[in-house]
């Protein structure tokens, strides 16, 4: 079978099973087989596949069958213009999550500054930050062992190993330097809310890092108050925040004396992005 008639047929199954990406999955997918661009499949729809290929074609659009996420069964997800491997040990970076780096690189761009990422996964998000502030270093943490092991491969992908350093850690132990910048996507979807989430998201993703306790905001005040002891005199704490969390959390972070500076909407008109400085320390 040629190209064009098999994206079509793994469309169409993946249609017929509610998929609403379903072409643009079939197409991903087999294009990650292949090792080539998806504009190869456009350009080259009249080649035949061979079995081989069709093989593993057919057991990767199965798993998709059963919700698993794209990005898990290529192994990879591209974030600001660049490829992440990730594993069902980390979330699978998202696009609205961009919106916290343009918001950080507009405001520290040519600036030195030494950068700090709580719960930090696969690393897109200090790794993508790194990548355009050149002068600036950062590290990473997460609770998770097998996350840190990704967040390195990720580091070592980029280029950015001498810039960048992981460890395991939770954040309640972690007392370790001073920042100009603190940045996070910590959990914040409540206990009640994750039954609500897609299948792809609750049977694949680590639980650990979408669920933020009984309101969402568990997680939200731990790195908001170890950011009071952690940020430097003018220091930057940027978070990304849930649906309709703005109004508790800026609350919270006016009751820990932190000033915003601004927040970032995404495409539905929720604040995702909080940019906020500490007033005093005590």
Not at 43 to 50: C, D, F, G, M, R
Not at 106 to 130: A, E, H, V
Request: proline share 2%; with cysteine; charged share 30%.
């Amino acid at each position: 079978m040629n190209l064009e008639n098999t994206i079509k047929k793994a469309s169409q199954v993946l249609k017929n099973h509610s998929i609403h990406s379903h072409e643009l999955d079939a197409q991903i997918i087999l294009s990650d087989i292949m090792g080539v661009k998806k504009e190869y499949l456009i350009v080259n729809n009249k080649l035949i596949i061979s079995e081989k290929i069709m093989k593993k074609y057919d057991i990767a659009i199965k798993r998709r069958i059963n919700r698993e996420p794209v990005a898990y069964i290529t192994g990879k997800k591209e974030f600001w213009s660049e490829d992440f491997i990730v594993t069902r040990e980390t979330l699978v970076p998202r696009p609205e999550t961009e919106l916290l780096i343009y918001k950080v690189i507009d405001f520290f761009k040519y600036k030195r500054i030494n950068i700090l990422d709580i719960g930090t996964g696969s690393g897109c998000i200090l790794l993508s930050i790194l990548k355009e502030l050149n002068f600036s270093r950062g590290t990473g943490i997460d609770i998770s062992s097998k996350a840190i092991q990704i967040a390195k491969v990720n580091s070592k992908n980029l280029n950015l190993v001498n810039r960048s350093k992981f460890e395991v850690c939770d954040l309640s132990k972690y007392n370790f330097g001073k920042y100009d910048l603190i940045v996070s996507n910590p959990p914040y979807i409540s206990s009640q809310d994750i039954k609500n989430l897609n299948k792809d998201v609750i049977n694949y993703e680590p639980r650990i890092a979408l669920e933020g306790g009984a309101d969402g905001l568990d997680l939200i005040k731990k790195v908001i108050y170890k950011s009071n002891h952690l940020l430097k005199r003018n220091g930057i704490l940027t978070l990304e925040i849930g649906f309709g969390q703005y109004q508790k959390v800026s609350g919270i972070l006016n009751k820990r004396r932190f000033r915003e500076i601004s927040k970032e909407y995404d495409y539905n008109r929720n604040v995702r992005c909080i940019m906020s400085t500490k007033l005093d320390f005590f």
